[in-house]
């Protein structure tokens, strides 16, 4: 028939079952080789991304009040924080999302501030999105041509190469409908996506949100092998403990504002971090 | 308090929207008598008259239109059938034999009143109203539903088709029905009878109890229901009320006319009468006027250039450089262009929802019946016994599962919290309690009595009332006017409590200042004190708060704590609440329950909760091995 | 039997043009949510270019890339000077919008072009006629049958094959993702526009030799087909546009000879009128079209 598939056509029937899906994440090797690709992209900028006094408003709402916050070239930085803290908001105001209407955003040297997200992803800035939000009436194949839609086509094959070597669990699905992977593969499938594009700096929003908690463990190997690779990172996760941990350095956010910062380690002997991220003031 | 005095300000609402009536009547009458007397030719008073008549017909449209937000292209396809069949009804048997003589029913033979025809015509087209009406219903019309608009167009296209294709009873394409008629509607007297009923209609329908909870509607369909509103209802109220004004006009049109044609009620006249709407403003009947007006000036102005070009101003240059632009018909142009202009650079029009008489209401500064700040609320001694229980609750979307087997009991005067981590399924449970998602298996019940099949406006009348964690508040509407919604619905539904004056919840909210604003204008946490003050004017037997302190600043949520316990204490509702924030919850909670990847993991005091290991690695999130 | 063989091929040659014409449609749906009033206008308007050049002597055999020439750029033309400028507003607005699109378009025609009906020589062939059996077939309808097919198939290759038809089904999906994967908002959605004109332009090309005249208001009838025929597919589904296309098409030649004498000339009335139901109890079209509500 014609078209494969085009917009929102619902997607009813989602039937791998729980053991073949296991078995499929199973098989997921979370130790990339993308040396070649990401070692030679790496910027010579001393701050990679730098947000300076960045305020972003619903309305008349400030869900992010003077934000300021570094990211250097090849560190993982964690950004954690209770619900509604404004993380989301942030990435969001960074990748072009939304628009923050104060505060300067610095890419590699380049004020990027109210950039549209087109142009920052060929600038070297890719986002996952919350919820993942692949396309789910795409297959796998094309969700990943679609993340390298800014690289050349000769890169972009060799780009699909190698996320089939990597991504076991993408290959024995390529021709998939995306709608049809589990909460695993689904993550793996719109971190590959990403990373198409040859990002320098990769911001993730709550990877492991909703997955059981071994593919938990997953999402935390490929966040250190991405790490392995020289991929800048700057994660928003709600789990915050197995967070800090695969952080080089992270910030803590609440109420739209940056509460603490520290290295990941100096950050979990904190005593008063459980209070300081689930709330306070109150009791 | 009795429920009659819940509204300290409704009196002055209906007078004044009289005196609006009238004023905008005035406004176009005398302004159109001023206009023939100065100009003082045959065609001035028919361009008045032709303005009046319009005017009936896009105020008619605006009660529909503009209250409920649904766009219709139907509206001057009812205009065909009520002009028909006043034409059928009205022509005298001569004039029939000529045009029609193979009329079905003995038509040809019937010759009534005009007045009697009018309205016959108009009860034919509520007939065909209701109809059409049950199924916008069905198609789930809402504020700017595509469907719904293309049930219109269908009624449009239609009528037309029906008009142009059957001679025998229209006279068909070409020939169409003239007028000779055996009475009289008196010249203008008709036309001002007609038109002074039409603005008194319209700003009494939008000043009315169905009026209000229809634009609750149209400008949150999901708040609305969420606040008992059964937005299907006010919307077929709406449209059969605009369609009988727009059938009366039509009528008055084909008999001013003097005949009847396909053409005459189909795209042109749909342009024309969507345009006049939406360059006032749509939301308002003071902008359906001036837009009428300012259209019908500025329609004769091009079309009187086109005809003379410069001459138009007393200059008579030959080779005039523009003269190309200067041609016959040159008003269409200027509709069209007034559609796009208004719709890219002003879609609400010159006025959006601005009305004269609310103007009036204010530069007169009467005695306001209610400007004092009310005293505060008494708590209420005797708690009306409630009980919510939830058991085995599962929930699917797709192959995700976002709840099983999720339970939880709450009773009044108990506030019970529930929290998790960020996906949890939370809100899941709560849209599971308040009818918006379906539970794929499990039930609750309120008071014993099973409420899983319930729709979302059924549980709010029921009792069950939540706040939304985005904030859905009717940002057009004022603070008061958003209260108001919900405590109308109280008043009819949930009488065997103890309702609260709608001015005295403001003022506990802390919003009495604010009490004339807009909703969309209040800042973050206002609209979050403004939603609790809603839920609470409906009295629930259950409040149902979903995230009300998320975005608020520390001494924010601290406030609200009390303000949550407080409110709730004074119309008797048990709370449940959902939060991720462990401080408020074990603050403001009697219990807790927590949830994880959609189950209970826990329950129990605040002290036992907080201890609970489960709970803090569910927050901070497992370590590698656990 | 061999009517309903007859009605057949009639139909689907019918609904070949109405698949075409809802093809366009769908595809602007699916990126913008704009039903758009306006695409008969690309029809009207290379009308008028197809009048003046056979005026002044060309052959078909020009005049057919000239019409989809004008069409394509009339349809970029409409998107840069109206629609640009309502991104992302509501559907009230977007649906006005793309009404005083279609309105303005004629209205301008009809001012400074021409108010009377232009008459123009078909091409010869369009009346022949061949017979397969006793079945009398159109070559006309063969040909656009024929072409039809071969357009969908071009389509389906662009979609599915080439990035720019992978970046409009993304962002027909989830347009703020697609931004986030470097697909640029102006690209797609001009892309969008010049792929719907080069659609109406092809559907324009047999509506027009049948025609074989014009006038300002010419659109009206080719769009409310394209409209009717996606809104049957479900708005935004590509498959169901193409389906609604070919089953508007059968409909209307099916009713049009079981529809007793009198009640013929309804045919269209009756349509849009089943139409009216098909949406009163299912909003989302034939194929329906998921909606799940966001709290």
Known sequence: MFFGSFGSENNKSFKTTRALRSLAERTCSARLDFAQLFRSSLSHASHMLQLDKVTTKYGAISALRDVSLTVQPGEVVGLIGPNGAGKTTLLNSVAGLLQPSGGTVTLNGDDVTGSEPENLLRQGLAL?????????????????????????????????????????????????????????????LAIARALMAKPKLLMMDEPSLGLAPILVDMVFELIGSLKDNGVTLLVVEQNATRMLAASDRAYVMRSGQIVSEGSGEELLERTDLFESFVGGGTS | MTPNNLFPNKQRDIGFSALGALGLFALLVGGGLAYQAIVGTGSAERLITTMLIDAIIVVGIQIYVGNTGVLSFGHVGFGAIAGYAFALFAITPEEKLKRIPDAPWGLVDVSLNPWLALLLATVICLVVAVIVGVGLARSGAE?????????????????????????????????????????SLDGRIAIYIALLAALLVARWYAQSRSGRLAVAAREDNLAARAMGVNPLVQQMAALLISVAVVSVGAGLKVY????????????????????????????????????VIVMTAGRELTRRLGQDGYELFGIGLDDAPLDWIFRENLQTVFLGLSMLGFMIWRPSGLLDDWELDEWLHRRLNLPKTADEQPDSLTELEDVPQANLRVSDVDVRFGGFQALSGAGLEANSG??????????????????????????????????????????????????????????????????????????????????????RDTDALIAEAGLWPLRDRRARELDYGNSRRLELARAAALSPAFLLLDEPTSGMSDEESLA????????????????????????????????????????????GSPTDVQANPAVQAAYLGSTADA | ???????????????????????????????????????????????????????????????????????????????????????????????????????????????????????????????????????????????????????????????????????????????DTARLMGVRSNSVIRGAFALSGLLAGIAGVFWLMRAGSTNPTAGIDP???????????????????????????????????????????????????????????????????GHAERV
Do not use: C
Request: aromatic share 8%; proline share 2%; hydrophobic share 50%.
């Open chain 1, 128 to 188: 996952v999105p919350e919820h993942r939000r692949i396309f789910i009436d795409l297959t796998v194949e094309e969700n990943l041509k679609i993340g390298g839609a800014t690289v050349s086509g000769h890169d972009r094959n060799r780009l699909l190469a190698d996320m089939r070597q990597q991504f076991p669990v993408l290959q024995s699905k390529w021709t998939t409908r995306a709608g049809y992977l589990s909460g695993g593969e689904a993550q793996q």
């Open chain 2, 143 to 183: 504020s700017g539903a595509v469907a719904a608009t293309v049930i219109t167009l269908a009624l449009l296209f239609v009528t037309h088709e029906v008009a142009r294709n059957w001679p025998d009873v229209t006279g068909g394409d070409r020939a169409g029905l003239s007028f000779a008629i055996g009475g």
């Open chain 2, 414 to 499: 108990e506030i019970v919290g529930l929290i998790g981590p960020n996906g949890a399924g939370k809100t899941t449970l709560v849209n599971v309690i308040t009818g918006l998602v379906e539970p794929s298996a499990g039930s609750f019940e309120v008071n014993g009595h099973d409420a899983t099949a319930l729709a979302p406006f059924e549980l709010a009348r029921g009792g069950l009332v939540r706040t939304f964690q985005n904030l859905r508040l009717f940002g057009a509407l004022t603070v008061r006017e958003n209260v108001e919604v919900a405590a109308m619905i109280a008043q009819q539904h949930r009488t065997d409590r103890v309702l």
């Open chain 3, 1 to 175: 039997m061999i009517e309903l063989a007859q009605n057949l091929i009639d139909g689907l040659g019918r609904g070949s043009i109405y698949a075409l014409l809802a093809l366009g449609v769908a595809v602007i749906f699916g990126v913008m949510h704009l039903l758009n009033f306006a695409h008969g206008e690309m029809i009207t308007v290379s009308g008028y270019a197809a009048f003046w050049a056979l005026n002044a002597g060309w052959s078909w055999t020009l005049i057919v890339p000239l019409i989809l020439v004008v069409s394509v750029v009339t349809s970029l033309l409409i998107e840069r000077l109206a629609f640009s400028r309502v991104r992302g507003a509501s559907d009230f607005t977007l649906l006005l919008t793309s009404f005083g699109v279609h309105f303005l378009v004629s209205a301008v025609l009809l001012l400074y072009v021409s108010a009377s009906v232009k008459n123009y020589p078909r091409p010869g062939w369009v009346a022949d006629t061949w017979a397969v059996g006793s079945l009398r077939v159109e070559v006309f309808d063969t040909v656009v049958i024929v072409v039809t097919i071969i357009t969908l198939l071009a389509t389906t290759a662009l979609l599915q094959r080439t990035m720019f038809g992978l970046a409009l089904r993304a962002a027909a999906a989830d347009f």
């Open chain 3, 223 to 289: 769009m409310l087909k394209g409209v009717l025929a996606a809104l049957i597919g479900g708005l935004g589904s590509l498959r169901g546009a193409v389906l609604g296309g070919f089953a508007l098409g059968l409909a209307e030649v099916l009713l049009r000879s079981w529809l007793p004498n009198g009640l013929a000339s309804l045919t269209e009335g009756v349509v849009f009128a089943l139409i009216a139901l098909l949406f009163i109890f299912r909003p989302g079209g034939l194929i329906s079209v």
């Open chain 2, 256 to 291: 001013e006319e003097g005949s009847i044609l396909p053409d005459n009620f189909f795209f042109n006249y749909t342009l024309l009468t969507l345009v006049m709407l939406i360059v006032g403003g749509r939301n308002g009947v003071t902008g359906a006027v001036v837009g």
């Open chain 2, 560 to 603: 609200m704590v009390e303000q949550v316990r407080h409110m709730a204490a004074t119309v008797g509702a048990g709370v449940l609440v959902i939060d991720h924030d462990l401080a408020f919850i074990t603050g403001i909670s009697d219990r807790i329950y927590v949830l994880d990847q959609g189950r209970i993991i826990a329950d």
